[in-house]
T-cell receptor
Framework: NAGVMQNPRHLVRRRGQEARLRCSPMKGHSHVYWYRQLPEEGLKFMVYLQKENIIDESGMPKERFSAEFPKEGPSILRIQQVVRGDSAAYFC???????????????FGAGSRLTVL | DQQVKQNSPSLSVQEGRISILNCDYTNSMFDYFLWYKKYPAEGPTFLISISSIKDKNEDGRFTVFLNKSAKHLSLHIVPSQPVDSAVYFCEESENNNDMRFGAGTRLTVKP
């Protein structure tokens, strides 16, 4: 029973290139969340998606960043024209959805570390 | 995002002693509070949670306390072990959505 799978684990891009980060949620989970962790900072919420729908993208920068979770395949976080400030660890988490009772516990992937040269 | 604050970036304790990690929040509508633990090069993993209708939840060596009037959450680990050395994040959510994390506290347990 594989957990949340993220790839690539490490990605190096030059300024102006595009970065694509993939996340396959845990089996049976239909909700995906993306978080960014900058050096020496905590986890910052970026976007929350369900299959084919963006539910909450209030944490996403307005430009250059986009996310999708298609009917088939992994969720993808796309960063266009990367800049040095985009260097960070990007974590994906999944959950089965809002539970009827109890906390909505997230299962995290190991993260994708993006380095922009 | 200043809704959830972990004011201590690091904490060091001796093995066998108690570790107390703290978290303050501002949104009185939060209804679930969770703690996650993170080792280097890994994603955070869920540790323990508490709902807003309770003031204490215990699971083995880990106990979470919630003081709603003070808007304060704490995690107690006793006895602390070297394997507990990690970064701990508190997370709060409203209606089980809109999860917000603190900046994390790095705990070091010395043998």
């Amino acid at each position: 029973n594989a957990g949340v799978m993220q790839n690539p684990r490490h990605l190096v891009r030059r300024r102006g290139q595009e970065a694509r980060l993939r996340c396959s949620p845990m089996k049976g989970h239909s909700h995906v969340y993306w978080y960014r962790q900058l050096p020496e900072e905590g986890l910052k919420f970026m976007v929350y998606l369900q299959k084919e729908n963006i539910i909450d993208e209030s944490g996403m920068p307005k430009e250059r960043f986009s996310a999708e979770f298609p009917k088939e395949g992994p969720s993808i976080l796309r960063i266009q024209q990367v800049v040095r400030g985009d260097s960070a660890a990007y974590f994906c988490a999944s959950s089965p959805g809002t539970p009827g009772s109890g906390a909505n516990v997230l299962t995290f992937g190991a993260g994708s570390r993006l380095t922009v040269l | 995002d200043q809704q959830v604050k972990q004011n201590s970036p690091s904490l060091s304790v001796q093995e066998g002693r108690i570790s107390i990690l703290n978290c303050d929040y501002t949104n009185s509508m939060f209804d679930y509070f969770l703690w996650y633990k993170k080792y280097p090069a890994e994603g955070p993993t869920f540790l323990i949670s508490i709902s807003s209708i309770k003031d204490k939840n215990e699971d083995g060596r880990f106990t979470v306390f919630l003081n709603k009037s003070a808007k304060h959450l704490s995690l107690h680990i006793v006895p602390s072990q070297p394997v507990d050395s990690a970064v701990y994040f508190c997370e709060e959510s409203e209606n089980n959505n809109d999860m917000r994390f603190g900046a994390g506290t790095r705990l070091t347990v010395k043998p």
